[in-house]
């Protein structure tokens, strides 16, 4: 799946943030992109389930922000309804009717690893879990308090973490909520700049290795006597 993320004006961006995230209920109540998921506290992405390294830094892009609704019927999608940063908000008693288990909350975001072993991983996380939703939503909040304080640097970096607990009802056992730890805010700019820095040094890495072949002459193999 191929996502573009379009820049725009801040503040359009936290009024944007603050109207969809008001107008859908709570969920307590109802370039190229690699699925990542986060089961029992573990985050991973791709086909292959690739685990997320400790020391990975992800930087959240708050225009790829979108939510809406999924209906799941026993594991397998029915359907799924999402909006864009800056769309008109969803509303579900539009929606059609479904089997299984119902229209619930589904979240995503789009996230970009800038430090550790994952650096350069480009994944989307989206959710409808009641702990996955929560997390994105905190995320949103300290994005929106963070604009309205210093509106140049909006974009968190974040740590992917988790916590648990154990249910009331043991038949479910340990729930583990994926967390989103902010250990920094950075402006959209400054990171595209240093990913422009380090596609230039590539670029003459791979120039400087073509120029190396062609000024050393090809080895001339002997043929051998008959």
């Not at 596609?199 to 072949?213: I, M, T």
């Amino acid at each position: 799946m191929t996502t573009n993320i379009v820049p725009m004006n801040v503040q359009s961006v936290l009024g944007a943030l603050a109207v969809i995230e008001a107008s859908t209920p709570d969920a307590n109540q109802g370039g190229q992109f690699q699925y990542m998921k986060c089961a029992k506290g573990v985050f991973t992405y791709g086909i292959n389930n690739q685990v997320v390294s400790e020391d990975s830094l992800w930087a959240v892009e708050p225009v790829s922000y979108s939510q809406g609704f999924v209906a799941w019927n026993e594991g397998e999608l029915v359907d799924e309804h999402m909006v864009s940063l800056g769309g008109v908000p969803i509303d579900k008693t539009t929606l059609p009717e479904v089997s299984g288990d119902g229209w619930q909350v589904q979240k995503s975001i789009a996230l970009l690893c800038i430090e550790g072993d994952d650096k350069g991983v480009q994944a989307i996380f989206k959710t409808s879990s009641t702990g996955g939703t929560r997390g994105i939503a905190e995320l949103v909040s300290a994005i929106i308090v963070q604009g309205r304080q210093d509106p140049e640097n909006t974009c968190p970096i974040v740590e992917l973490t988790s916590t648990s607990y154990e249910h009331k009802n043991k038949s479910y056992g340990t729930i583990y909520n994926p967390v989103f730890t902010v250990v920094d805010f950075t402006s959209s700019e400054a990171r595209t700049a240093d990913e422009a820095d380090e596609a230039d040094e590539a670029d003459e890495a791979d120039e400087a290795d073509e120029a190396a072949a062609v000024e050393k002459p090809a080895k001339r193999t002997r043929r051998p006597r008959s």
